[in-house]
């Protein structure tokens, strides 16, 4: 049996910090087994029009599928997750991937900051009123005792509206700020979603990064995109990357940006040698740490497999016989 999954069904069966232990979890699993298998990304466009093909292949977990999305910045974006039973090739699911991808974003958030930040972090400053800023918040308070959040975003109505939904939706203080660095002064996690744009215009600067700070970077999955200068990377201790550094190199504008300021910079550490313990991400309480994700196929479908999971639990969705039957030969 395939279930089809709407956007709303998929907002309606997600919990934020449930799907982090369970990424947790399996992510490690798959970094500890016998090695996940996860081709380059395929990326086409035409004109405005974009479509991006992420495959994976996860043995620990027996699944295989991709995610693609596809359309413009001006017309909007349709992403689209199909998962699958490594050993009947099954599928097991279709998904609307909008909500899910920034539900997974901000839950890979959430893993890191467990392994990177103080445990006693307590305040926490957000650059960005989005969803993904939304995600990836939430993620941060379900792993650390935080009391307060302030936020900034250029939008002065979005910025204050954020932080009313985000006071409420989580029963801490959250307030709104008309200035960037002051968001994040004297915060213990920084969190930067945005979608700035190019250079020179960035959303945060190394300049502010704050001993003991770890600091949470998610909006430049294209190489013309940029929301963190290239000091923020090389100030810190440790900087943790979710995707390989031949792959950030080309397709991460913030990377780009170091690489072009220092050619030789191997520093990254990958998330998977943090979580399994082999690579400690954090060795002093003043260390300063950066996670720099821009996602890959593995969170996307056991982030999918988790809601799969939850909306079968829960009855969402639309079951439907399998849509596709094996050819033999």
Same mark, same amino acid.
């Given at each position: 049996?395939?279930?089809?999954?709407?956007?709303?069904?998929?907002?309606?069966?997600?919990?934020?910090?449930?799907?982090?232990?369970?990424?947790?979890?399996?992510?490690?699993?798959?970094?500890?087994?016998?090695?996940?298998?996860?081709?380059?990304?395929?990326?086409?466009?035409?004109?405005?029009?974009?479509?991006?093909?992420?495959?994976?292949?996860?043995?620990?977990?027996?699944?295989?599928?991709?995610?693609?999305?596809?359309?413009?910045?001006?017309?909007?974006?349709?992403?689209?997750?199909?998962?699958?039973?490594?050993?009947?090739?099954?599928?097991?699911?279709?998904?609307?991937?909008?909500?899910?991808?920034?539900?997974?974003?901000?839950?890979?958030?959430?893993?890191?900051?467990?392994?990177? $930040?103080?445990?006693?972090?307590?305040?926490?400053?957000?650059?960005?009123?989005?969803?993904?800023?939304?995600?990836?918040?939430?993620?941060?308070? $379900?792993?650390?005792?935080?009391?307060?959040?302030?936020?900034?975003?250029?939008?002065?109505?979005?910025?204050?509206?954020?932080?009313?939904?985000?006071?409420?939706?989580?029963?801490?203080?959250?307030?709104?700020?008309?200035?960037?660095?002051?968001?994040?002064?004297?915060?213990?996690?920084?969190?930067?979603?945005?979608?700035?744009?190019?250079?020179?215009?960035?959303?945060?600067?190394?300049?502010?990064?704050?001993?003991?700070?770890?600091?949470? $970077?998610?909006?430049?999955?294209?190489?013309?995109?940029?929301?963190?200068?290239?000091?923020?990377?090389?100030?810190?201790?440790?900087?943790?990357?979710?995707?390989?550094?031949?792959?950030?190199?080309?397709?991460?504008?913030?990377?780009?940006?170091?690489?072009?300021?220092?050619?030789?910079?191997?520093?990254?550490?990958?998330?998977?040698?943090?979580?399994?313990?082999?690579?400690?991400?954090?060795?002093?309480?003043?260390?300063?740490?950066?996670?720099?994700?821009?996602?890959?196929?593995?969170?996307?479908?056991?982030?999918?497999?988790?809601?799969?999971?939850?909306?079968?639990?829960?009855?969402?969705?639309?079951?439907?016989?399998?849509?596709? $039957?094996?050819?033999?030969?």
């Amino acid at each position: 049996m395939t279930l089809l999954l709407r956007d709303s069904d998929v907002r309606g069966v997600c919990d934020i910090g449930s799907m982090v232990t369970f990424l947790d979890q399996a992510l490690r699993k798959e970094a500890k087994g016998t090695g996940a298998h996860l081709p380059e990304r395929l990326n086409l466009a035409h004109g405005p029009v974009f479509l991006r093909v992420m495959p994976a292949l996860l043995p620990e977990a027996g699944l295989l599928g991709l995610k693609f999305f596809h359309g413009s910045m001006q017309d909007g974006v349709r992403y689209v997750v199909a998962l699958c039973a490594l050993d009947t090739g099954e599928i097991l699911g279709l998904i609307d991937a909008a909500y899910l991808t920034a539900a997974r974003t901000g839950a890979t958030s959430g893993v890191a900051t467990q392994w990177l $930040s103080r445990e006693d972090s307590s305040t926490v400053g957000v650059i960005g009123s989005g969803l993904e800023a939304e995600t990836n918040l939430r993620a941060v308070c $379900s792993v650390r005792p935080v009391t307060r959040v302030t936020v900034y975003s250029r939008s002065p109505q979005r910025r204050e509206a954020f932080a009313a939904r985000m006071s409420q939706a989580l029963g801490i203080q959250v307030d709104a700020t008309a200035d960037p660095q002051s968001a994040v002064a004297g915060t213990d996690i920084v969190v930067v979603a945005t979608n700035t744009g190019p250079d020179p215009v960035v959303a945060y600067q190394g300049a502010w990064l704050e001993p003991g700070q770890h600091v949470v $970077s998610i909006g430049s999955t294209t190489a013309r995109l940029r929301e963190i200068d290239p000091a923020t990377i090389l100030g810190a201790d440790t900087v943790v990357l979710d995707a390989a550094l031949s792959q950030l190199r080309n397709e991460s504008g913030d990377i780009i940006a170091v690489l072009a300021t220092e050619p030789g910079w191997q520093a990254g550490v990958s998330l998977d040698r943090i979580i399994t313990g082999e690579v400690l991400g954090r060795s002093r309480p003043e260390d300063i740490t950066v996670f720099k994700s821009v996602g890959t196929a593995a969170q996307d479908l056991l982030a999918a497999s988790y809601v799969l999971r939850e909306a079968r639990r829960l009855g969402a969705g639309t079951e439907i016989d399998d849509i596709t $039957s094996p050819k033999l030969f």
